[in-house]
Structure formats: structure tokens, C-alpha cells
């Protein structure tokens, strides 16, 4: 299965994704105040809180929590890939693993492969595609990576000539 570089579409359909097609967008800087802001709130652990407790810590320094990495990376999603036409939301997410420490400076960038796909048999106005979703940061290096699935409104309730 090759893999094709695709561009990014905000009006596709479940019928419009290709199994092996690869998207990569986006370009978000992590600064120390949006790392202690979202830790205050959410992961008030001291090496994402207190950049000088943090220096102390196994990183060395400030780090952002790894579910601001997840949120961060499901901002550049929505904003970049979701089809707002289209996404019907999501099941849920397997093996989320955050692979790197992202650091204040840091600039993320998402990569989205999708992996499979079928139509419902009992609702066929809809399909389920899963996709391999990573973060990476400017030096190419995976910080977050998970599977994802969504769901997706059909354009037509009559599978295709490949059965999706």
C-alpha cells in the first residue's frame, strides 16, 4: 500500500478518504505561559507549573502536560482536517502515547495517515475511519501519537465500487 500525500479537504465525505492517504498541517508554537496557564488548570504537576521547581525535575524544565500536546493536536485537526460536513464525532482513541517531552519554543505539526475504513450495516448514511494521528515537533521528532477513529456522514447511502 502506498502512501500518497494528500491535500487537505474540509468538505469530504466518508467515501472521499483513501486507505494510505497521509495529510501533514499546521504549526503551533508552545509558549511557557500557555504550559503553566493549561496546567494550572487541568495537570498541576510542578514541572508544568513552575519553571524553576521544574528545572529540578527528571526534564530539567518546563514541559507541557501531555494533554495539552493531545489538545493542541486535536486544535490543528479541527481546524485542519475535520470535515465540518462531514464528522459525526468519534468513538474514542487507542494507544496514546506521549513519545517527548514538548518544551516552551517547541512548534507542533500534525500528521494523519488513514488506516481503514467501513461503512455501518445498520446505519449506511455513515462509516467509521481509523487513522494513525501524530504530533511532531519542528525537528520532525514524534511527541504524541495515538489511534484515532471518526465518524463520518456518507454522500451517499449505496457503498461504492470498492465496498465503502
Not at 88 to 109: E, F, N, Q, T
Amino acid at each position: 500500500m502506498s502512501q500518497a500525500t494528500v491535500p487537505v479537504f474540509k468538505t469530504r465525505f466518508f467515501e472521499d478518504y483513501r486507505i494510505g492517504e497521509v495529510a501533514e498541517f499546521g504549526d503551533y508554537e508552545i509558549t511557557s505561559l500557555e504550559i503553566i496557564e493549561f496546567a494550572k488548570r487541568y495537570d498541576p504537576q510542578l514541572f508544568h507549573t513552575d519553571p524553576e521547581a521544574a528545572k529540578q525535575s527528571s526534564f530539567g524544565g518546563l514541559v507541557a502536560s501531555g494533554w495539552m500536546s493531545a489538545s493542541v493536536l486535536m486544535r490543528m485537526l479541527v481546524d485542519h482536517y475535520i470535515s465540518p460536513v462531514a464528522s459525526m464525532g468519534s468513538p474514542g482513541v487507542d494507544a496514546l502515547r506521549w513519545l517527548k517531552p514538548v518544551k516552551p519554543g517547541d512548534r507542533l505539526r500534525a500528521r494523519v495517515e488513514v488506516v481503514g475504513k467501513r461503512r455501518s450495516q445498520s446505519k449506511p448514511d455513515r462509516g467509521l475511519i481509523h487513522f494513525v494521528q501524530q504530533g511532531l515537533n519542528q525537528h520532525g521528532e514524534l511527541v504524541i501519537a495515538f489511534n484515532g477513529m471518526g465518524m463520518y456522514r456518507c454522500r451517499s447511502t449505496e457503498p461504492g465500487p470498492d465496498g465503502h
